[in-house]
């Protein structure tokens, strides 16, 4: 059974970067896409990207596309978010989920992965 952790999380300040990671246990991600999504304090969950298993395609929210990256390396079975030109409002907890798609619509992908995604990683962008 897949099971996925997240990682790379931590306090950053504005304009700073991180890199996020998404590791799989009990199965390998070469079948699956993976989508990254956030929950901040006191608002809905966010989309944020998702690639897809073969990582031609790749999915951006409007509040992140031209700062953010996604890519995958399947031979780590890992997946990494990197995040530049962070923003407070960037400040989230971070969750990765799996689905056989990279969807162009990262909120029907968030509602079909949400009940595997893990413990999440919390990133804080403050001065």
């Known amino acids: 059974q897949l099971q996925l952790v997240e990682s790379g999380g931590g306090l950053v300040q504005p304009g700073g970067s991180l890199r996020l990671s998404c590791t799989a246990s009990?199965?390998?991600?070469?079948?699956?896409?993976i989508g990254w999504f956030r929950q901040a304090p006191g608002k809905e969950r966010e989309g944020v990207s998702c690639i897809s298993y073969s990582g031609e395609s790749t999915n951006f929210a409007d509040s992140v596309r031209g700062r953010f990256t996604i890519s995958r390396d399947n031979a780590k079975n890992t997946v990494y978010l990197q995040m530049n030109s962070l923003r407070p409002e960037d400040t989230a907890v971070y969750y990765c989920?799996?689905?056989?798609?990279?969807?162009?619509?990262?909120?029907?992908?968030?509602?079909?992965?949400?009940?595997?995604w893990g413990q999440g990683t919390q990133v804080t962008v403050s001065s």
């Open positions: 989920g799996a689905d056989t798609f990279c969807e162009d619509d990262l909120q029907f992908m968030m509602e079909r992965t949400k009940d595997s």
């Open positions: 009990g199965s390998t991600l070469d079948d699956y896409a």
